[in-house]
């Protein structure tokens, strides 16, 4: 029995710790906001609004004359918007309105991020942005960078959106976890599961699943599941690059497909 109780302790201890480490893993917010889209001389809105439970999130609405479309920007696990000037940036140039957001813990974002809260997060941006007059609530874009995307897909499963965009994005939390660490059962073990294939299955509006295929974070075998996972219409885009090279402001090429897909 003693024996028992210690094997018990040691497993529960166990869960605990890998709770942590997976917390840990999957979010890296980053506080301070040293840089606007000022900075790179883009006029812009700096909003805060509400989530379901309570959070208060910030994010930049940054505006384009005569815009035609309204992409929601849910960005990746590290940093805060401060680091995606150039997406602004890369964006406003297309000739798009652009709303990115913090998710709750990072930057000026109230809470602590979790799946479920991210989740709740990209529905309260997506509400803020179609209660804007200047934005048309049939033509929206929601676009995910690595974890941003199955926070991108969730969102496109509980509100109307005219496309998705996946970009960098992996298949699952559990695939990419046992992909880390094979000798573990990491579906049993990981809390947050992120799963981004399951999502894309039922979605029948146009996606866009873009990869570098040298992504050293993601392999480019994450794209090639969601793409064969995820409901027509779909089209896959694979460019050359790693993780978080700067394919907004190298590769004409990929600025062309995605206008394409956007039928701009």
């Known amino acids: 029995m003693k024996i028992l109780m210690m094997i018990v302790v040691a497993i529960i201890v166990f869960r605990v710790y890998f709770i942590f480490l997976e917390q840990k893993g999957l979010y890296h917010p980053y506080k301070e906001i040293p840089e606007t889209p000022q900075n790179v001389g883009i006029a812009f809105e700096d909003v805060h609004f509400k989530t379901a439970d309570g959070q208060t ?22 940093g805060n918007i401060t680091h995606r000037l150039h997406k602004v940036k890369f964006f406003h140039e297309m000739g798009l309105n652009f709303f990115i957001f913090d998710y709750r813990g990072y930057g000026k974002s109230t809470g602590k991020p979790s799946e479920q809260g991210l989740y709740l997060d990209a529905q309260a941006a997506y509400d803020y942005a179609v209660s804007r007059s200047d934005v048309d ?128």
């Open 137 to 264: 609530k049939e033509r929206i874009i929601v676009y995910g960078k690595s974890l941003g995307g199955p926070v991108a897909a969730e969102l496109c499963v509980r509100r109307k959106a005219r496309a998705l965009v996946l970009e960098g994005s992996f298949a699952s939390v559990a695939l990419r976890a046992q992909e880390l660490y094979p000798f573990l059962p990491m579906n049993l073990l990981i809390t947050q599961k992120y799963e981004t294939m399951v999502k894309v299955k039922g979605l029948t509006i146009p996606k866009l699943i873009a990869h570098a295929r040298q992504d050293e974070v993601i392999s480019f075998r994450h794209a090639e599941r969601l793409f064969a996972a995820a409901a027509e219409p779909k089209q896959l885009l694979p460019f050359d690059g790693g993780h978080n090279d700067d394919v907004y402001v190298t590769s004409a090429a990929y600025r062309a497909e995605l206008e394409k897909f956007l039928n701009l």
């Open 57 to 78: 999130l910030n994010g930049w609405f940054v505006p384009a004359p005569g815009a035609r479309l309204t992409v929601v920007y849910c960005h990746g696990n590290a």
